[in-house]
């Protein structure tokens, strides 16, 4: 088992920065390809980005790469996302969540935190 839990996300002006956690637990977390997913209201959850267990590989989904920057830190069993440039159709519940493979297919996730929610105000 691995237990993520998230934290960073609040309300936010559009243009605006903030930088999201993930903290895991649990089974050796440097095994563990990760990655940050998003849902809107009414909306399916969507990939943002993903990193590889020893960082050298990062994805990002199109809307969001060159504002948003996934890192990680095998030491300190933490997943960050550095999100600049907010917009409002950044606004949703922010999740992280870990993989045995790097991927960015949300159904090839095993394990999921609970969720921060972003607020990006126009």
């Known amino acids: 088992q691995v237990q993520l839990v998230e934290s960073g996300g609040g309300l936010v002006q559009a243009g605006g920065s903030l930088r999201l956690s993930c903290a895991a637990s649990?089974?050796?977390?440097?095994?563990?390809?990760m990655g940050w997913f998003r849902q809107a209201p009414g909306k399916e959850r969507e990939y943002v980005a993903a990193i590889s267990w020893n960082s050298y590989t990062t994805l990002y989904a199109g809307s969001v790469k060159g504002r948003f920057t996934i890192s990680r830190d095998n030491a300190k069993n933490t997943v960050s996302l550095e999100m600049n440039s907010l917009k409002p159709e950044d606004t949703a519940v922010y999740f992280c969540a870990a993989s045995p493979i790097f991927t960015i297919n949300p159904s090839q996730y095993t394990y999921w935190g609970q969720g921060t929610q972003v607020t990006v105000s126009s």
């Open positions: 649990g089974r050796t977390f440097s095994n563990y390809g």
